[in-house]
């Protein structure tokens, strides 16, 4: 009555793959899935999911159906993840990995409002080595630089001939 693509029967030794192959691709993938919370990377949470994927294909006797489980398990893992976030027993994890405090200006926290714009095609010496970051001195006044890539020894000519935000790049004169 249906017409479904029958999946590829995988054959070893004359005979059909046994269940112990299969069982230990999906143990292997429960278990990789669980050590990716403790090693984040994500590499061993996609080795995981391949294998449950994999074990998953290798059971099923259709496509269709394979598509349908893996479905099944792909949704099922984001529901354990969403459900993982709102539970009290694993909360405490996240909020190992998550930071709770705020650095506000009551506390002493305040970001700088000079522009260095002004500092740009300023001439200055260098009061350290810059290979490539280091200090140096503008109209009496100290800042930290960069140079483009090159070496400056301390008390060359510079020149300012970038401003990226904070960030001042300068070149040998």
């Not at 995988?10 to 299969?22: A, R, S, W």
């Not at 496509?63 to 489980?69: I, L, W």
Request: with cysteine; aromatic share 10%; glycine share 12%.
């Amino acid at each position: 009555m249906y017409n479904y693509i029958k999946a590829p029967i995988i054959i070893y030794g004359g005979e059909k793959m046994g269940t112990g192959l299969i069982t230990g691709l999906f143990a292997l993938g429960i278990i990789l899935i669980i050590l990716e919370i403790f090693v984040p990377g994500g590499i061993l949470g996609l080795f995981g999911i391949t294998a449950l994927i994999t074990g998953i294909m290798l059971t099923v006797d259709t496509v269709a159906q394979g598509v349908f489980f893996i479905s099944l398990l792909l949704i099922t893992l984001a529901g354990l993840f969403l459900l993982s976030l709102r539970m009290p027993q694993t909360r405490y994890m996240w909020d190992r990995v998550t930071l709770k405090t705020c650095q506000t200006q009551k506390e002493g926290y305040v970001t700088p409002k000079q522009s260095f714009a002004i500092l740009l095609d300023k001439q200055g010496i260098a009061l350290s080595q810059l290979r490539p970051a280091g200090t140096a001195e503008f109209s009496g006044e100290r800042f930290d630089v960069v140079t483009e890539g090159a070496f400056v020894t301390c008390g060359s000519r510079i020149k300012v001939i970038a401003v990226e935000g904070r960030r001042v790049i300068v070149r040998q004169v």
